[in-house]
Every structure is written in structure tokens, then in C-alpha cells.
């Protein structure tokens, strides 16, 4: 910013003006008549004087724009408190609508500061006079501990006397308890049912779910043209996880012809909305060597002409800020999600290469805890980071010690030869059998080696 637009910003705010509005003309007149004028040579005066105006009428204009988006934002900000306390009266003298929107706004923030113990009073009261979408908030509260206690029956109940009313949202809620067993035993035909009639209301989480049965085959046919099909109409709502479950059928030709630009633009959208798990999908394609639209246009912006190996540490950096950000939560976790195991596994990779191994084998170490819920995918994930932590262990590139690592290299290589036997692995389980072949002759050597030194030491004293 020049010196003259600093006193542009100073002279137009100390304008003391009758009224707010005068002032603003008064901006408004030197942001557009002043700079047309001595740009057309209507004023005839030399170019110092022209860019003195300029510089004058820049600040004016900036401070336009700053008082324009404060009366905005204040006027955003009071309706806002004029529709809390009108709401707010209305709650009080029994509305049970308003009394389940006093509940929202108490729960959101809107119009007030956050408070989860009265959002959970109001929607009580809603509740009690049987309103359908204040059961289905109340049985939130109570499976998610907002304003209360943990009570998976009462959440239970909440969802079925909400879903009773046909609300999509209670209905969604519920399919979710049958399929999980949250206080009820499993039952997939009547999840499946639940999710149906919530999907027909244009419940986006609903469409999410019931296309994660057609494409898993939960309790109906696979199909994966129909999985596609309800996770777009659930993306199209703004829904995180219909756009990350679309960016992944994309990615993989799930329902659909692959698409990496458009699986990358769904991850990103998802991303925006602080979905974690996309982030390991959004390192993974940086990671990865496809051509993708978008990155390329960073590259030509922010690489041009660059060579390949530029380009390639640079997506390698993006994705690794992907994979740490995804797994920044796990420090002192015993369990990790499938994606986490992923995410450390992709970041062990990357500081092998950079030759950075104290810090790959720590996240093959990470990558080896346990997972629930664990897939073939992840078992073989698992299978490649026992693999790589042993090699790197026998190496001698994570200890001093002599014994240490040649012990701890066995036991990761017994790991990998167990799951790649699972997973009916044979070229990788060979290849790990070997390893721990090797690695057992090695500290049999080394231990033969260690006692004749004794016992020359023990010689040499006598």
C-alpha cells in the first residue's frame, strides 16, 4: 500500500459527516467520479496529482467496502437476535415448534451462545407434546451425549417415536440403530426399510446409507448403478459424506465410468467441510502418478516448466500434509480407523524416500495397530508395514543396539508372513518367509559371535 492510500484510509475515516450516509456518499464520490475524471483529462491536472486522487479515492473505496460489510454482518447479526428472542417468547408460552428451533439455535449457536443443556430442555418440552422432529433431536442427545448423559434406550425410543410420525430424519436414525444394534439386535431387512422411507423424504444422510447397501449387498441385491445413484442425489444436497462416498465411486468406476478429475473435485468438496477420512483419498491422489486436472493446473501455476522430479516432490509434500493432517488425532490412540491405516502407511513411504527412517518406521509402526472393522485392503496394508518395519529394523536404521533390532525384525517378519498367508499372498508370502529365514540365520550368527567373544575374553583373563 503506497503512503497515499494510507492517508486516503486516514482522511476518509475522520470525515465527519452529519449522518453515516453522507459519509458513504461522500466515499462513493471520490472512489468513481475523482479516478474517472482524471482519466478521461476532464481535470487538468499533472499525473502526481492524478495519482494522488487515486491512491485518495482507493482508500475511500476500501473503507466503503469495510463500512458496507460491517452493516451487513450487523444486520445479519441482529436478525438473527430479533429472531431468538421472538422464537424464544414464543417457546415459552408453549409453541412446540418453536420450542424445538429455540432447541437448534441453543445447539448451534444462532442468535446466542451455545448452550447443549438448554437445547436439550427445550427439545424435551418439544417432545413431550409429540413433536416428531424434537424426538428425533432428543434421541441425538441422548446416543451422543449432547446436554445429557449417554442413553442409547432413550435414543432408541426417541427415533422410534419420531420415525412413527414418518420423520425422514428419525426414520434415517433408526435404520442406523437396526443396523449397528444400538440398544435393539440387529436386523438389516428392517435398516434397509428405515433407510428406504427416509431416502423417499430426501433424507441425504438416508441416501447415503441405503446406497452403501446396494453397494455392499446390505439386506438387497448388489447393485452399484443404484449406489451411485443415491450417493449423487445425497452430494447434491452439500452432504460430506455422499460427496466423499461419490468421489470414491469415481476414483474406483463404482457405478460409474472412473473419473479422477471428477473423484478429485468430490474429495474436495467433502474436504471443505472437514470430512477426515477424504483427506487419506486427497493424499492418496497426489500421491499417485495419474495425470489429474486440477493438479495439473496448480503445477503450471505454481511449477511452470519445472521438471518431472519437481513436480513429483511437490504433489509428494501435498499429500503428506494430507496423510498428517488425517492422522494427527491418533497420538496415544490403541486403535486406529482403516484410513488411518492407510494414511500411515503412505506417510512411512514418503520418509523412507527422503531417507528420513526413525520417522518411516515409526508409521510402520502406527500402520500395524490394530483396526476394527479391518478389511482385506488394510490386512494387506498391514502385511506391507510389518514388512518394511523388519527391513528397516535388520538394516540397523532404527537402533544402535546390536540385538534389538535383529529381535524386533523377526517378529515383524512373522507378522507379515502371517497375513500375507491370510490374504493368499503367495510371491509376497515367500518373500517374507525368506526374510525371516534370513534374519533368524543372521541372529544365530550373532550369537554364536557374541559367546566365543566371551569366551576368548574369559581366556584372556585367566
Known amino acids: 500500500m503506497s503512503n497515499f492510500t494510507s492517508v486516503g484510509y486516514t482522511v476518509y475515516d475522520y470525515l465527519k459527516p452529519v449522518t453515516q450516509n453522507e459519509k458513504i456518499g461522500y466515499c462513493l464520490l471520490f472512489a468513481t467520479i475523482v479516478p474517472a475524471s482524471v482519466m478521461i483529462g476532464i481535470a487538468p491536472i499533472s499525473f502526481t496529482a492524478g495519482k494522488i486522487a487515486a491512491d485518495l479515492a482507493i482508500g475511500a473505496l476500501a473503507y466503503l467496502i469495510g463500512v458496507t460489510a460491517y452493516q451487513i454482518l450487523k444486520y445479519g447479526t441482529e436478525q438473527k437476535n430479533r429472531d431468538f428472542e421472538r ?41 413431550k407434546q409429540g413433536n416428531a422432529k424434537a424426538q428425533a433431536a432428543l434421541g441425538s442427545c441422548y446416543e451422543h451425549e449432547i446436554g445429557c448423559g449417554k442413553d442409547l434406550k432413550k435414543a432408541f425410543e426417541n427415533y422410534g ?64 448403478k443404484k449406489a451411485f445413484h443415491y450417493y449423487d442425489l445425497a452430494a447434491k444436497q452439500g452432504n460430506a459424506k455422499g460427496q ?70 511437490w504433489r509428494q509434500m501435498k499429500a503428506l500434509a494430507f496423510f498428517r493432517d488425517a492422522v494427527k488425532k491418533d497420538l496415544g490412540s490403541s486403535f486406529i480407523t482403516n484410513a ?42 498391514r502385511a506391507h508395514a510389518a514388512f518394511r518395519s523388519a527391513v528397516l529394523q535388520e538394516e540397523g536404521r532404527t537402533t544402535t543396539s546390536e540385538w ?32 525371516h529365514l534370513a534374519a533368524t540365520i543372521k541372529l544365530e550368527e550373532a550369537k554364536k559371535a557374541y559367546a566365543d567373544l566371551q569366551k576368548r575374553c574369559e581366556v584372556e583373563v585367566d
Open 87 to 127: 422464537i424464544k417468547r414464543a417457546a415459552d408460552s408453549g409453541d412446540s415448534e418453536c420450542q424445538f428451533k429455540l432447541g437448534k439455535f441453543y445447539q448451534d449457536g444462532i442468535g446466542c451462545k451455545r448452550n447443549f443443556a438448554n437445547a436439550f430442555e427445550y427439545y424435551s418440552l418439544a417432545t
Open 244 to 313: 466423499a462416498a461419490l468421489g470414491s465411486c469415481y476414483e474406483c468406476g463404482i457405478g460409474c465410468e472412473k473419473d479422477i478429475g471428477q473423484a478429485f473435485h468430490y474429495y474436495g468438496l467433502a474436504y471443505k467441510k472437514q470430512d477426515i477420512e477424504v483427506r487419506v483419498a486427497l493424499g492418496r491422489l497426489y500421491l499417485s502418478e495419474q495425470k489429474i486436472p486440477q493438479i495439473e493446473e496448480k503445477l503450471s501455476r505454481k511449477k511452470p516448466g519445472q521438471s518431472d522430479a519437481v513436480c513429483r516432490k
Open 161 to 224: 417415536l419420531a420415525a412413527k410420525q414418518n420423520n425422514a430424519e428419525g426414520q434415517a436414525a433408526l435404520g442406523a440403530c437396526y443396523e449397528h444394534g444400538i440398544h435393539c439386535e440387529k436386523d438389516l431387512k428392517k435398516a434397509f426399510e428405515y433407510y428406504s422411507l427416509a431416502a423417499e423424504q430426501k433424507n441425504a444422510e438416508a441416501e447415503v446409507s441405503i446406497g452403501r447397501c446396494y453397494e455392499y449387498g446390505i439386506y438387497c441385491e448388489k447393485d452399484l
Open 340 to 381: 488411518d491405516r492407510e494414511a500411515w502407511y503412505s506417510i512411512g513411504l514418503i520418509d523412507e524416500e527422503k531417507k528420513d527412517y526413525k520417522l518411516a518406521y515409526e508409521a510402520y509402526q502406527w500402520a500395524i495397530k490394530p483396526v476394527e472393522c479391518e478389511t482385506d485392503a488394510t490386512r494387506k496394508i
Open 404 to 435: 534389538t533390532p535383529l529381535l524386533a525384525a523377526l517378529a515383524n517378519y512373522a507378522i507379515a508372513v502371517e497375513e500375507y498367508k491370510f490374504l493368499e499372498m503367495p510371491e509376497e508370502l515367500q518373500k517374507a518367509q525368506n526374510a
